[in-house]
């Protein structure tokens, strides 16, 4: 419309409600569901890492757990870990570790939780657990 008015006219007015549980319950199912599977997956993550002593053992408990460990070369900060993403709390763990350290709580990236071994300088093995409640 050019050079002309508009005139609003108000067609209809819902008031606000509270929806019926049958409304919500699928959505409320999922998050439930979703927020039951990270709390798992962090309790995983956690037994994990208290049971690894050795990137060997890291090794071991991601196999007993069905999990692949990956290990990266020269990482950097700001850089990615593999598949597991990047963050500020990684790259405070990663150089914190001395070698042959483990970190001593498993780090949080994006749905990844990571545990981590420094077995020689910046040589990295470490265990990526991933959520898969949201598919």
């Known amino acids: 419309m050019k050079g002309g008015f508009a005139i609003p006219l108000l067609v209809d007015k819902k008031e606000p409600r509270i929806p019926d549980f049958d409304e919500v319950k699928t959505k409320v199912s999922d998050a439930l569901k979703r927020q039951r599977a990270n709390e798992q997956l962090e309790q995983k993550a956690k037994e994990l890492t ?30 990615t870990l593999g598949k597991a993403g990047e963050s500020p709390a990684l790259d405070e763990s990663i150089y914190g570790l001395k070698a042959g350290e483990l970190n001593k709580a498993p780090v949080k990236v994006g749905a990844n939780w990571l545990s981590l071994v420094s077995p020689s300088g910046m040589q990295l093995t470490w265990q990526s657990l991933q959520s898969n409640a949201n598919s």
Do not use: H
Request: proline share 3%; no cysteine.
């Open 50 to 79: 208290a049971s690894v002593t050795s990137p060997d053992g890291l090794k071991a408990g991601a196999e007993k757990l069905g999990l692949e460990a990956s290990t990266e070369e020269g990482y950097k900060v700001g850089g």
